[in-house]
C-alpha cells in the first residue's frame, strides 16, 4: 500500500485532528516502526463515543498497517476516582467487561480484535524506569502547563483537588514514550497532552523515540466526540464561540444515561433513547441525531440509508452521502421522527453483535451492574 493510501485511511472519519499530517508522511517515509495507542480510563458503560469512534479508527489503522494497542489505564482511573477509587475493582472491570466490550465494538466496525494488544498500565508503571520519565517531562512542563492540561470532569480549577492528578498529565505523556508510540490517538478532549509530548519529544533524556539515530516526534490523532442526545443548557446558539464550547460540554456522557447509547443496549432501548433525542427541524449545526449519521452510518460513503415514512409524506428514501440527507433535512423534506427512526434501526443493526456476544457472555455485564458508577 502506497503512503498516500496508508495518510488517508488515518485520516478518514471519525479523525477530526492530526499533529500533523507532515510528520505523519515523515515517519512512514523513513519507516519507523508504526505503534499506536489508545489510553481508557475505566469507569463505567461504553458508550457509542468510545466504542464506535475508537473502534472505527482503530480499524482504519489496522488497514494502514499500524500496530494498535489498548491502554487499560488502571493507576490513572484511580487516580481520577473511577469506580469508587476502588483499583482492584478498576483492574477487574478493565480485563473483563471493557476489554470485551471494545473486541466487540472494534469487530462491528470493521477491525480485527485479535489483532489489538491490550496492555494494563499498572503492568508497565511498575516496571523499568517509568517514573524517570514521568520526571523528564515534569522537568520540562511548566506547573502552570501541568494545571491547564488536567481533564477532570465537573471539577473547575479553583476547587481543591488530590496532589496525585497533578501528576496526571505527565504520566499520559510518558505513557507515549515508554510504550514507543509513534501515534498517540484520543477523544478531542484530550488533545493537551498530546501536545505537550509533541513539544518536549526533542528534549527527552529518557524514552524519546529514536530511528536510525533520528530523534522523532509522535503524531497525535484526535477522533471526534459525538454529541449527547440531550438539549443544550443554551439554545438557540448565538455566537461560533458558544457553539464550540457546546460541542464541548455536551459530548456524549456515560453519567447521563438518556445522553448517550450504549453498545449493549437493548433495541428498546436504543429507540426509546433516539425518540427522545434533540432533534430541532430543519437545524442542521448542531444536531445529535445528524451527527451520528454523519459519524457512524455516513463514516464511508457513498452507503445505503434508508428513511422509512408513510406514503402520505412520500415514502421511503434512500440516502447514499450525508449531504444528501442534510439537505434534505435542512429544507424540512425529511420529519425529525423519521430520522430518528432511522438512526435508532440502523444502530440497532449494527450492534446485534456486541448483544449476541453478551448475551452469551453474561458475566461481565452481571458485574457491571454490582458495581457503583461513579462520575
Known amino acids: 500500500m502506497d503512503i498516500e ?5 488515518v485520516k478518514r472519519k471519525p479523525t477530526e485532528e492530526l499533529l500533523t499530517e507532515e510528520n505523519l508522511r515523515h515517519l512512514f517515509e523513513v519507516g519507523a516502526p508504526m505503534q499506536h495507542y489508545i489510553g481508557f480510563e475505566i469507569s463505567g458503560y461504553i458508550h457509542l463515543g468510545t466504542g464506535l469512534m475508537a473502534g472505527a479508527k482503530i480499524a482504519d489503522l489496522q488497514k494502514a498497517g499500524i500496530k494498535t494497542r489498548i491502554f487499560l489505564a488502571d493507576w490513572h482511573s484511580w487516580i481520577n476516582d473511577k469506580l469508587g477509587g476502588d483499583l482492584e475493582v478498576i483492574q477487574k472491570v478493565a480485563l473483563t467487561y471493557f476489554k470485551e466490550g471494545m473486541k466487540q465494538s472494534i469487530k462491528v466496525m470493521g477491525g480485527d480484535p ?5 496492555v ?10 517509568y517514573w524517570q520519565t514521568v520526571i523528564d517531562i515534569s522537568k520540562n512542563v511548566t506547573l502552570a ?3 491547564r492540561s488536567i481533564t477532570i470532569m465537573g471539577r473547575q480549577m479553583g476547587e481543591g483537588i488530590d496532589f496525585a492528578k497533578l501528576i496526571y498529565p505527565a504520566m499520559q505523556v510518558a505513557d507515549i514514550f515508554y510504550q514507543g508510540v509513534t501515534i498517540a490517538h484520543a477523544g478531542m478532549d484530550q488533545r493537551k497532552a498530546h501536545v505537550i509530548a509533541i513539544e518536549v519529544a526533542q528534549k527527552l533524556k529518557y524514552h524519546a523515540l ?3 539515530g533520528e530523534k522523532l516526534k509522535p503524531v497525535a490523532l484526535h477522533h471526534h466526540l459525538l ?3 440531550q438539549e443544550p443548557p443554551v439554545w438557540p446558539i448565538e455566537s461560533e464561540e458558544q457553539f464550540k464550547e457546546l460541542k464541548t460540554q455536551m459530548k456524549m456522557s456515560k453519567s447521563k444515561p438518556y445522553s448517550a447509547v450504549f453498545i449493549h443496549d437493548t ?6 433513547k433516539l425518540r427522545k433525542a434533540f432533534c430541532p427541524a430543519r437545524e442542521v449545526t448542531y444536531n445529535p441525531v445528524l451527527d451520528w449519521a454523519e459519524y457512524i452510518i455516513f463514516r464511508e460513503e457513498p452507503t445505503e440509508f434508508t428513511v422509512h415514512r408513510p406514503a402520505k409524506f412520500g415514502g421511503d428514501v434512500t440516502y447514499t452521502t450525508f449531504e444528501e440527507l442534510k439537505r434534505d433535512f435542512a429544507e424540512g423534506k425529511l420529519h425529525p421522527l423519521d430520522l430518528k427512526n432511522a438512526v435508532a434501526e440502523y444502530l440497532i443493526e449494527l450492534l446485534r453483535p456486541v448483544r449476541e456476544y453478551f448475551e452469551r457472555h453474561p458475566e461481565p455485564l452481571e458485574l457491571m451492574r454490582e458495581i457503583k458508577i461513579t462520575r
Open 114 to 118: 485479535e489483532k489489538v494488544e491490550f
Open 227 to 229: 454529541l449527547g442526545l
Open 5 to 9: 493510501r496508508r495518510i488517508e485511511l
Open 210 to 212: 529514536e530511528w536510525k
Open 120 to 129: 494494563l498500565a499498572s503492568e508497565i508503571l511498575e516496571k523499568g524506569d
Open 145 to 147: 502547563r501541568m494545571m
Open 267 to 272: 433495541p428498546e432501548e436504543i429507540r426509546q
